[in-house]
């Protein structure tokens, strides 16, 4: 019998040891994962707000918040009104906005005509993807901008280009060229691209709404002198800017940019420090090579290196990637797809029409090398030519309803997603009927991951 109590109070002994265990693993599961909301929390602040100290160069050098402000108000020109703003694609969060604002607005009782009013925007943070720093005495003494002005825009519930956030989506609305062109001081682009004042100006303003040309500043290449699709001459001396790609859907995809520079991190810290021009620490021996990227070549762009207590950039690049990661591809609408034409399509996608060799279900990519030939994909080299691998990825298909603004492919070249599967159609000479063209189109538009989003109390 003691034996017997013996082995029981031993069992008890293992039971409650085991069940400590169980507990302890199950308080360290949730510890890792109120850190990894933490994480996402902390990128989703630095998507939306963080400059990492760009304004330095946007305020301090090129001088574009006295352009925003006016001569009226201490700066130069006529100053730019919320009306001239939304014009070039900017944004406004309507969750920024006090109630009473909101409502002058429905009624239509505010002047969107008055560069005070954009004054007003920025001290309320309510200009996406750009923020104001402002002097005592209330006049702009820079501006700076962030990850989300090109990619988030809002879902427009107040007034067109007033609404909530959406966060990763491409603003195919937002003029890049054109804005930065009102900037009162250009010398720096001028002295980086080799040209004078008008020169620069009309680059920037043949980029157009929804793109914004990466490379300039790497290759100084501006045109694409001859555009060629299908053995075709489809264009000449078209603009170098490439589409704003959405940030959503990444999860799990390998290279990203239309070329396949590198992962998401690599592009954060590129874009953060160069096109950004924030102030962080950035490594690539690829842009010394001076035949390909002469610009950056000479100016030591794969060499960027800041005094560890002067870095805004990398130790912000963790959580701004944990962020990106959680953005899912938006589902689209009920009704904006015919559903059985979507399922004839799929099967199509995945069977004639050969999609998924390249965009392999459900990433819509290759899992791993996703990187082509020009000619495999049957378009000129000139994108592929300023890349380190002279290749283009296959780009994800998720959420493609979202920027179907601009057209297809990085140039926008096919105006509709009919256009690429009629390219693609004569290509690979698939002999599509034109019902089942339209078929795979009913699929692509139906691609997404979640719902809709929606605003939330600590948006």
């Known amino acids: 019998m003691s034996r017997y109590k013996t082995f029981h109070k031993m069992l008890l002994g293992s039971g409650m040891l085991l069940l400590v265990l169980v507990l302890f693993g199950m308080a360290r599961l949730q510890a890792k994962a109120s850190e990894s909301a933490d994480l996402v929390a902390e990128g989703k602040q630095i998507f939306r707000f963080d400059t990492f100290g760009d304004q330095d160069f946007w305020g301090g050098q090129l001088k574009l918040h006295q352009a925003i402000e006016g001569e009226q108000f201490g700066g130069v020109g006529d100053g730019v009104s919320p009306a001239t703003a939304l014009a070039?694609?900017?944004k406004v969060d309507v969750d920024a906005l006090p109630e009473s604002l909101q409502g002058q607005l429905?009624?239509?009782?505010?002047?969107?005509?008055?560069?005070?009013v954009t004054l007003a925007l920025l001290k309320l943070?309510?200009?996406?993807?750009v923020t104001g720093f402002f002097n005592t005495d209330g006049s702009l003494s820079a501006m700076g901008i962030q990850c989300a002005?090109?990619?988030s825009t809002v879902d427009d519930s107040l007034a067109p280009g007033i609404g909530h956030r959406l966060d990763g989506w491409a603003n195919r609305d937002l003029n890049v060229g054109a804005i930065i062109a009102l900037s009162p001081d250009?010398?720096?682009l001028q002295t980086l691209l080799g040209a004078d004042r008008d020169t620069v100006v009309s680059v920037l303003n043949s980029w157009g709404p929804g793109k914004f040309d990466a490379e300039l500043v790497l290759d100084g290449k501006a045109f694409n002198p001859q555009q060629i699709t299908d053995g075709v001459v489809t264009g000449?001396?078209?603009s170098g800017a490439t589409l704003i790609p959405p940030a959503f859907g990444l999860a799990g995809v390998n290279l990203h940019t239309w070329t396949g520079w590198g992962s998401i991190?690599?592009?954060n810290a590129f874009v953060a420090n160069i096109e950004m021009h924030g102030k962080g620490n950035f490594f690539d021996p690829r842009l010394d090579n001076a035949a390909q990227f002469p610009i950056a070549a000479a100016n030591g762009f794969g060499h960027i290196q800041t005094p560890p207590d002067e870095d805004l950039i990398t130790s912000k690049l963790p959580a701004l990637h944990a962020y990106q990661l959680s953005l899912l591809a938006p589902l689209p609408p009920d009704g904006s797809f015919n559903a059985k034409a979507a399922a004839r399509g799929d099967a199509l996608f995945e069977g004639k029409a050969?999609?998924?060799?390249c965009h392999v279900p459900e990433l819509y990519t290759e899992p791993g090398w996703n990187l082509h030939t020009p000619s495999e994909m049957g378009i000129d080299s000139f994108q592929a030519d300023r890349s380190p691998d002279l290749m283009y990825r296959t780009s994800p298909l998720k959420g493609l309803w979202t920027h179907t603004k601009g057209g297809f492919f990085h140039d926008g070249r096919f105006a509709t997603l009919l256009d690429v599967v009629d390219h693609y159609d004569t290509l690979f000479s698939l002999g599509l009927s034109n019902r089942e063209k339209s078929d795979i189109v009913e699929y692509l538009k139906s691609l997404g991951d979640a719902p809709l989003q929606t605003p939330k109390d600590d948006d």
Do not use: F, I, M
């Open 236 to 238: 000449t001396n078209v």
């Open 88 to 90: 070039v694609g900017l």
């Open 186 to 188: 250009l010398s720096p």
């Open 149 to 151: 002005l090109c990619h």
């Open 265 to 267: 991190p690599y592009w």
């Open 354 to 357: 050969k999609c998924a060799t």
């Open 125 to 129: 943070n309510a200009v996406v993807g």
């Open 106 to 116: 429905k009624r239509g009782k505010v002047d969107l005509n008055d560069p005070a």
